[in-house]
Nanobody, 119 residues
Framework: QVQLVESGGGLVQAGGSLRLSCAAS????????MGWYRQAPGKQRDLVAL???????NYANPMKGRITISRDNAKNTVYLQMSGLKPEDTAVYYC?????????????WGQGTQVTVSS
């Protein structure tokens, strides 16, 4: 069984910074892409950023230039450093992992961490 556990969300003023972390545990035979999605109330879940096991990154436009995604493969952990936060960045941020737990590659999600940016 695979678990993704996020941490680091919270309340921050506009212009502030937050760092999210997500650790994968369990039967993580091979972890391929990891990343972050977000979902604001009444909206669909959208990509924020992805990073492959080799370190290639992909950033979605809304936060590009204000975020940096990184990972520590030894710790099975992915990070999202966010700065210049705006009220429209308020959402639940979900960790994502494309993981082979022994039965082929599957998509896994964390439980989500709330990020609230006040104006």
């Amino acid at each position: 069984q695979v678990q993704l556990v996020e941490s680091g969300g919270g309340l921050v003023q506009a212009g502030g910074s937050l760092r999210l972390s997500c650790a994968a545990s369990g039967s993580t035979l091979r972890i391929n892409a990891m990343g972050w999605y977000r979902q604001a109330p009444g909206k669909q879940r959208d990509l924020v950023a992805l990073i492959t096991s080799g370190g290639s990154t992909n950033y979605a436009n809304p936060m590009k230039g204000r975020i940096t995604i990184s990972r520590d493969n030894a710790k099975n952990t992915v990070y999202l450093q966010m700065s210049g936060l705006k009220p429209e960045d308020t959402a639940v941020y979900y960790c994502y992992g494309s993981i082979d737990a022994g039965r082929g590659e599957r998509n896994y999600w964390g439980q989500g961490t709330q990020v609230t940016v006040s104006s």
